[in-house]
T-cell receptor, first 121, second 112 residues
Framework: QVQLVQSGGEVKEPGASVRVSCKAS????????IAWVRQAPGRGLEWMGW????????QYAPNVQGRVTMTTDAPTTTGYMELRNLSPDDTAVYFC??????????????WGQGTLITVSS | DIVLTQSPDSLSVSLGERATINCKSS????????????LAWYQQKPRQAPRLLLY???TRESGVSDRFSGSGSGTHFTLTIDRLQAEDVAVYFC?????????FGQGTRVDI
């Protein structure tokens, strides 16, 4: 079945970087995008961006542009999200999701289980 | 950015009854190359990842119960859950993919 499995949670100090992985299975990896969405504790969903495994093209949300890099590795069907210069405001559960192209944006399904990133000194 | 505002923030529904959740967009999200409404709905149960329920405002994702239905167009949308079951306790989010950045509603909590 279609599945996305993410790496485990991490605790980081302010100013550090984190990389989260997202292993996809059950579908043709290069035919979809890998999107990333985060959810701060007790808060709503915030779109961060997406990457195309086929072209390598990316699109990032303005609030993380410049600090985030999203990549994929097609042979291992894995997506990656690196976020740099972390601050406590980046504490959140980070989700990857399969992005389905609509001709404009993407809808997201299914989702990975989530990865809790805690930023604290 | 397109702002999605859901109402109510929370609601309690008796088992077997209907739940109705509204999502209002700050801009028209109908159109594009598909002449569709670029809106999706997700369900997030406690301590779980979101699950896609509907896209194109009313198309059910594979495997989603037909108790879930979507309606509306342009700027006003509705998610309806018929014959509410205990397993439907969750937070529900709308999401627009008409424009970048993609945005979500703040969520509506449904309980029994």
């Amino acid at each position: 079945q279609v599945q996305l499995v993410q790496s485990g949670g991490e605790v980081k100090e302010p100013g550090a970087s984190v990389r989260v992985s997202c292993k996809a299975s059950g579908f043709n990896f290069i035919n979809y995008q890998i999107a990333w969405v985060r959810q701060a504790p007790g808060r709503g969903l915030e779109w961060m961006g997406w990457v195309s495994p086929y072209t390598g093209r990316t699109q990032y949300a303005p609030n993380v542009q410049g600090r985030v890099t999203m990549t994929t590795d097609a042979p291992t069907t894995t997506g990656y999200m690196e976020l740099r210069n972390l601050s406590p405001d980046d504490t959140a559960v980070y989700f990857c999701a399969r992005g389905v192209s609509s001709g404009r944006g993407l809808w997201f399904g299914p989702w990975g289980q989530g990865t809790l990133i805690t930023v604290s000194s | 950015d397109i702002v999605l505002t859901q109402s109510p923030d929370s609601l309690s529904v008796s088992l077997g009854e209907r739940a109705t959740i509204n999502c209002k967009s700050s801009r028209n999200i109908f159109g594009g190359p598909n002449s569709q409404d670029y809106l999706a709905w997700y369900q997030q149960k406690p301590r779980q990842a979101p699950r896609l329920l509907l896209y194109w405002a009313s198309t059910r994702e594979s495997g989603v119960s037909d108790r879930f239905s979507g309606s509306g167009s342009g700027t006003h949308f509705t998610l309806t859950i018929d014959r509410l079951q205990a397993e439907d306790v969750a937070v529900y989010f709308c999401h627009q993919y008409f424009d970048t950045p993609a945005t979500f509603g703040q969520g509506t909590r449904v309980d029994i």
